[in-house]
C-alpha cells in the first residue's frame, strides 16, 4: 500500500525515472527539486495569456491553455493539453501530466501528477503525489505539515519528512471540502464523501461515509 507500483500506473507518466529504488512512493517527494534541475529545459508550446506570470525555468507543453491571473512559479514541467485556470498558484518543483485542471484558487507546491488529474476548484496540494485521473472536488485540501515538532508518520512509520502531503491513488475521488491530514494515502478507486477529516490510510476500493445529522425546527418569533 506505500509503493508507488500499489497506487500509480506507471503508463500514464513520462517520469518514471524519479521512483527507482523507492521503496515507499513518499520517498519521491525530496527528489523532486534534483529531478527538475537535471532533465527541464524551459520551453512554451502553449496559449498562455498577457496576463499569466511564468517563470523562467517552466516547461509548458502543446495544446495547454495557460489563462490571466495564472502564475506559474517554477521550476515546473507542465504537459500537452492541460489547463491552467484563472488564479491559479504553480509554485517551485511541480511536476503535472499531460491533460490536467489546475483552477481557480487552486495552489501547488513539491507535488507530481499523474496525467488527467482534475485540481478544479480552490485546491491545495502540497507535498503530494496524485495518480492517474484522480479527482480532488472543490476546497479539498492536502495538509502537508504537521503541527507539532517532528516528521510525519504513517502507521508508526517515520517517513523521514517534516512535510508530507498525500498520496492519491489512480482515479480516487476526494468530495468537496474534504481535509487529508498529513501522510494520508488512499488507494486506487476508493471515494471520499464531502466534509470529511481524514488521517490515515485507506485502502483501495473503498468509500468513507461521512454523515453528519442534521436537526430541523420550526421557526418561531422567539427563535434565533
Not at 518514471?16 to 529531478?35: C, M, N, S
Not at 511564468?54 to 491571473?69: K, N, P, Q, Y
Not at 489547463?83 to 498558484?89: C, D, E, N, P
Not at 508518520?153 to 517534516?162: A, C, I
Request: charged share 15%; glycine share 10%; with cysteine.
Amino acid at each position: 500500500m506505500f509503493s508507488a507500483q500499489e497506487l500509480f500506473d506507471f503508463r500514464q507518466t513520462e517520469h518514471v525515472a524519479i521512483f527507482e529504488g523507492a521503496t515507499h512512493a513518499w520517498q519521491v517527494l525530496p527528489r523532486l527539486k534534483d529531478y527538475l534541475e537535471s532533465i527541464l529545459e524551459p520551453s512554451c508550446s502553449a496559449s498562455v495569456s498577457p496576463l499569466a506570470v511564468i517563470g523562467d525555468c517552466v516547461f509548458l507543453g502543446e495544446g495547454t491553455l495557460v489563462e490571466a491571473g495564472a502564475c506559474v512559479e517554477g521550476p515546473a514541467i507542465i504537459g500537452r493539453n492541460c489547463q491552467i485556470r484563472h488564479g491559479a498558484y504553480v509554485r517551485a518543483n511541480v511536476i503535472i501530466g499531460d491533460g490536467c485542471v489546475i483552477g481557480n484558487s487552486s495552489e501547488l507546491k513539491n507535488s507530481l501528477l499523474f496525467n488527467d488529474c482534475q485540481v478544479p476548484h480552490f485546491n491545495y496540494i502540497g507535498d503530494s503525489i496524485l495518480g492517474h485521473h484522480a479527482h480532488l472536488s472543490a476546497g479539498v485540501i492536502l495538509s502537508n505539515l504537521k503541527s507539532f515538532p517532528g516528521n510525519v508518520m504513517v502507521e508508526g512509520l517515520d517517513t523521514g519528512l517534516r512535510k508530507f502531503g498525500a498520496l492519491i491513488g489512480d482515479r480516487a475521488e476526494l468530495g468537496c471540502n474534504s481535509v487529508l491530514n498529513p501522510g494520508s494515502i488512499i488507494g486506487r478507486d476508493s471515494v471520499m464523501y464531502p466534509n470529511t477529516s481524514w488521517r490515515g490510510v485507506l485502502p483501495a476500493n473503498h468509500i468513507v461515509k461521512t454523515r453528519t445529522r442534521q436537526e430541523v425546527v420550526e421557526r418561531t418569533s422567539s427563535a434565533q
